[in-house]
């Protein structure tokens, strides 16, 4: 079945970075696309970035753009977000999520457990 | 104020049937597919509805999705205290070219 697991979370002060992984299992990861979504505390689900099955298409939310780069290794079955410039407002759960296709826009159809970024001085 | 609209509560009794609408416009729901996640305390969501009206296998067919126009409804049927959870509507924007998730609507089971 299909397995996500995120991994890397943690406390960091602002300004800092951090990158987060997400490791694959269960599908063939190299045909699909891949997403990480984010859930502040007590608060709903806000998209964070897309990239498509061989990374040929990215899209970011404006919330990160500039910030945040989703990047995949799919040798190593893994997804990864590189987080620069970290502000106070991205903390949140951050789980990586399973596209229905190759690329961008299929929906989420299996989520990982979440990992937890807590920006804060 | 969110792209997707979502009410942020709603509420029935066990057997009774629900609706939890979703309200977009025609460069999300208008124009793309929509889609429903169930998110129960202190889990991950899960895919409940996708492409409009369609059921993962293991969803039963309390749950059913319909979307007219720039907006979208999930319907329950025969609540039960299980379904107690958070409801989100969500879609790709072509204009903003990002996805989008409603405001989520917190469904108690009274």
């Known amino acids: 079945q299909v397995q996500l697991v995120e991994s890397g979370g943690g406390v960091v002060q602002p300004g800092r970075s951090l990158r987060l992984s997400c490791a694959a299992s269960?599908?063939?990861?190299?045909?699909?696309?891949i997403h990480w979504v984010r859930q502040a505390p007590g608060k709903g689900l806000e998209w964070v970035a897309v990239t498509s099955y061989d990374g040929g298409n990215k899209y970011y939310a404006d919330s990160v753009k500039g910030r945040f780069t989703i990047s995949r290794d799919n040798s190593k079955n893994t997804l990864y977000l590189q987080m620069n410039s970290l502000r106070i407002e991205d903390t949140a759960v951050y789980y990586c999520?399973?596209?229905?296709?190759?690329?961008?826009?299929?929906?989420?159809?299996?989520w990982g457990q979440g990992t937890l970024v807590t920006v804060s001085s | 104020q969110s792209v997707l609209t979502q009410p942020p509560s709603a509420s029935g009794t066990p057997g009774q049937r629900v609706t939890i609408s979703c309200s977009g416009s025609s460069s999300n729901i208008g124009s793309n597919y929509l889609y429903w996640y169930q998110q129960l305390p202190g889990t991950a969501p899960k895919l409940l509805i996708y492409?409009?009206?369609q059921r993962p296998s293991g969803v039963p067919d309390r749950f059913s999705g319909s979307k007219s126009g720039t907006s979208a409804s999930l319907a329950i049927s025969g609540l039960r205290s299980e379904d107690e959870a958070d409801y989100y509507c969500?879609?790709?924007?072509?204009?903003?070219?990002?996805?989008?998730f409603g405001g989520g609507t917190k469904l108690t089971v009274l």
């Open positions: 999520a399973k596209d229905r296709n190759s690329g961008w826009y299929g929906g989420f159809d299996s």
């Open positions: 269960g599908f063939t990861f190299s045909s699909y696309g």
């Open positions: 492409t409009n009206n």
């Open positions: 969500a879609a790709w924007d072509d204009s903003l070219s990002a996805w989008f």
